[in-house]
């Protein structure tokens, strides 16, 4: 299943160095209600109640790249002003690294506000200076990057004036020397001035402009990409097709078209940012193509789902796979508000919680009568799981002999099971005092043994069930029939 590679792949995701120059900004957001019409012209009146700004530009894609647990290296132009120190405060704030920030005193910084009313955009209001940057800020500013260290080049391009021709082929002609990939979010509708990018990532409108002409399905999409990517010596050409999906074309490869991973589009605002940045970090981390665009297309169904400029991480984007993989039966035990969620909605109707843990490494029939025996004591199935390390330590260095993954996902498949939680000690002690349950149960061998956390159950009230097994079935048993075989 590439939903359950991807978890994979995004937890071993590592930190990459990303390089992020362009157009930095601030976008501005006033938040209020209209509920009535201006006597002085015919336009409504929005009543604010609140105000807050985000990082915009290509401060939105390093505030993406950081929230996927990367490295942001950041380089553009901000005013002297104080909008020009929020986005270096804010870049600084997410832990990127701003010190390859220009300081312009004639040049405000770019703001972009916006008037909200009822999650719906009113009005935008731009404060900018769009001018090129003179030669020795231009020298300065490729200096600064090609002096840095970095495993992926973004070009984040607004139009705005930072990414001149002479600054693009000087970046782009470093990241081919250092053999990394060099990504460009485009503006101008010539796509040759990107000319030895890695890929280039427009939308469907910016494609059809440097087409000159509509497309409007699939296959006009793939014969002028593929011409789009061909005159402009790209390795990849990605179209962004808004609540359609991501159109991924490759030299000497079939189109690769991913439908939208979006439940509602509530605003499209900053998606491409994810999306190149998403696809930077994947690429940069050594994940092959077709898994870096599935994580960019489910990173921009996340980010098209909430209102304006906003950052997926890491974290949130595990969750989002979990759920489409496992009907949101799984958390990790050191995720406390995730698991703390989890949790609560399974006792929101007041369900009677069972809980019960185990390695669970080969599922076998005595697993599946025990479970469904577990679960006929409550109304909800807790299984605390140990994670690949810890059954390692209990079991011996050949064990688990299936990763954890993918014992989650079997457990889950189960319709007896309503949580699964990983957790990574030797016992499920401090799982059982955050689950609190109302009925502890275990394998009837364990009478002699003790039961881990009985006590703590007992003094809250709940009871420790024993539950008989099923003779002559084990994990321990398969592979030694295995190994005799």
């Given at each position: 299943?590439?939903?359950?590679?991807?978890?994979?792949?995004?937890?071993?995701?590592?930190?990459?160095?990303?390089?992020?120059?362009?157009?930095?900004?601030?976008?501005?957001?006033?938040?209020?209600?209209?509920?009535?019409?201006?006597?002085?012209?015919?336009?409504?009146?929005?009543?604010?109640?609140?105000?807050?700004?985000?990082?915009?530009?290509?401060?939105?894609?390093?505030?993406?790249?950081?929230?996927?647990?990367?490295?942001?290296?950041?380089?553009?132009?901000?005013?002297?002003?104080?909008?020009?120190?929020?986005?270096?405060?804010?870049?600084?704030?997410?832990?990127?690294?701003?010190?390859?920030?220009?300081?312009?005193?004639?040049?405000?910084?770019?703001?972009?506000?916006?008037?909200?009313?009822?999650?719906?955009?009113?009005?935008?209001v731009d404060r900018e200076d769009?001018?090129?940057?003179?030669?020795?800020?231009?020298?300065l500013l490729c200096e600064r990057?090609?002096?840095?260290?970095?495993?992926?080049?973004?070009?984040?391009?607004?139009?705005?004036?930072?990414?001149?021709?002479?600054?693009?082929?000087?970046?782009?002609?470093?990241?081919?020397?250092?053999?990394?990939?060099?990504?460009?979010?485009?503006?101008?509708?010539?796509?040759?001035?990107?000319?030895?990018?890695?890929?280039?990532?427009?939308?469907?409108?910016?494609?059809?402009?440097?087409?000159?002409?509509?497309?409007?399905?699939?296959?006009?999409?793939?014969?002028?990409?593929?011409?789009?990517?061909?005159?402009?010596?790209?390795?990849?050409?990605?179209?962004?097709?808004?609540?359609?999906?991501?159109?991924?074309?490759?030299?000497?490869?079939?189109?690769?078209?991913?439908?939208?991973?979006?439940?509602?589009?509530?605003?499209?605002?900053?998606?491409?940012?994810?999306?190149?940045?998403?696809?930077?970090?994947?690429?940069?981390?050594?994940?092959?193509?077709?898994?870096?665009?599935?994580?960019?297309?489910?990173?921009?169904?996340?980010?098209?789902?909430?209102?304006?400029?906003?950052?997926?991480?890491?974290?949130?984007?595990?969750?989002?796979?979990?759920?489409?993989?496992?009907?949101?039966?799984?958390?990790?035990?050191?995720?406390?508000?995730?698991?703390?969620?989890?949790?609560?909605?399974?006792?929101?109707?007041?369900?009677?919680?069972?809980?019960?843990?185990?390695?669970?490494?080969?599922?076998?029939?005595?697993?599946?009568?025990?479970?469904?025996?577990?679960?006929?004591?409550?109304?909800?199935?807790?299984?605390?799981?140990?994670?690949?390390?810890?059954?390692?330590?209990?079991?011996?260095?050949?064990?688990?002999?299936?990763?954890?993954?993918?014992?989650?996902?079997?457990?889950?498949?189960?319709?007896?099971?309503?949580?699964?939680?990983?957790?990574?000690?030797?016992?499920?002690?401090?799982?059982?005092?955050?689950?609190?349950?109302?009925?502890?149960?275990?394998?009837?061998?364990?009478?002699?043994?003790?039961?881990?956390?009985?006590?703590?159950?007992?003094?809250?009230?709940?009871?420790?069930?024993?539950?008989?097994?099923?003779?002559?079935?084990?994990?321990?048993?398969?592979?030694?029939?295995?190994?005799?075989?």
């Amino acid at each position: 299943m590439p939903e359950r590679n991807l978890i994979s792949r995004l937890q071993q995701l590592g930190k990459p160095r990303i390089a992020v120059l362009g157009d930095l900004m601030l976008d501005r957001y006033v938040w209020g209600d209209a509920s009535r019409v201006s006597p002085e012209a015919p336009v409504p009146v929005v009543h604010a109640s609140r105000e807050d700004h985000r990082l915009g530009g290509a401060g939105n894609v390093a505030a993406n790249v950081c929230g996927l647990g990367a490295e942001a290296l950041c380089f553009g132009v901000v005013g002297d002003d104080a909008a020009g120190r929020e986005v270096a405060d804010g870049l600084r704030a997410l832990g990127a690294q701003a010190e390859g920030l220009l300081i312009d005193a004639q040049r405000p910084t770019i703001q972009k506000i916006r008037i909200m009313a009822r999650n719906q955009q009113m009005l935008r209001v731009d404060r900018e200076d769009a001018r090129a940057l003179d030669p020795q800020q231009q020298q300065l500013l490729c200096e600064r990057l090609c002096a840095a260290k970095w495993d992926a080049l973004i070009l984040s391009d607004y139009g705005k004036g930072i990414l001149s021709d002479e600054i693009l082929r000087r970046v782009l002609a470093e990241a081919q020397r250092r053999g990394v990939p060099s990504l460009v979010d485009p503006k101008h509708r010539d796509l040759t001035r990107y000319r030895g990018a890695t890929v280039v990532t427009p939308n469907r409108a910016e494609a059809e402009t440097a087409a000159g002409r509509a497309l409007p399905d699939l296959a006009s999409l793939a014969a002028a990409g593929e011409e789009l990517r061909a005159r402009s010596q790209l390795d990849a050409l990605l179209i962004t097709l808004g609540e359609e999906g991501i159109y991924l074309l490759r030299q000497g490869e079939k189109g690769l078209h991913l439908p939208t991973a979006a439940r509602q589009v509530y605003d499209v605002t900053g998606a491409g940012d994810t999306v190149i940045a998403s696809l930077a970090v994947g690429l940069a981390a050594g994940m092959d193509w077709t898994d870096s665009v599935r994580l960019a297309n489910a990173a921009a169904g996340l980010a098209v789902s909430k209102v304006g400029t906003t950052v997926v991480g890491r974290q949130e984007l595990l969750h989002h796979l979990r759920a489409e993989v496992l009907g949101g039966k799984f958390v990790a035990a050191g995720e406390g508000e995730e698991l703390a969620g989890a949790l609560a909605a399974l006792t929101a109707e007041g369900r009677r919680v069972v809980f019960t843990n185990g390695c669970f490494d080969i599922l076998h029939a005595g697993h599946v009568r025990y479970l469904r025996e577990a679960r006929r004591l409550g109304d909800a199935l807790v299984v605390g799981l140990n994670d690949d390390a810890s059954v390692r330590r209990l079991k011996g260095p050949e064990r688990p002999i299936n990763p954890l993954h993918d014992r989650v996902e079997v457990l889950a498949a189960l319709e007896c099971v309503d949580l699964v939680i990983a957790f990574a000690e030797d016992t499920p002690q401090s799982l059982i005092e955050q689950v609190c349950p109302q009925v502890l149960a275990k394998g009837a061998d364990y009478a002699a043994k003790g039961v881990v956390g009985a006590e703590f159950v007992r003094s809250r009230g709940g009871e420790v069930q024993l539950i008989d097994l099923v003779p002559g079935r084990s994990t321990s048993a398969i592979v030694e029939r295995i190994r005799d075989a």
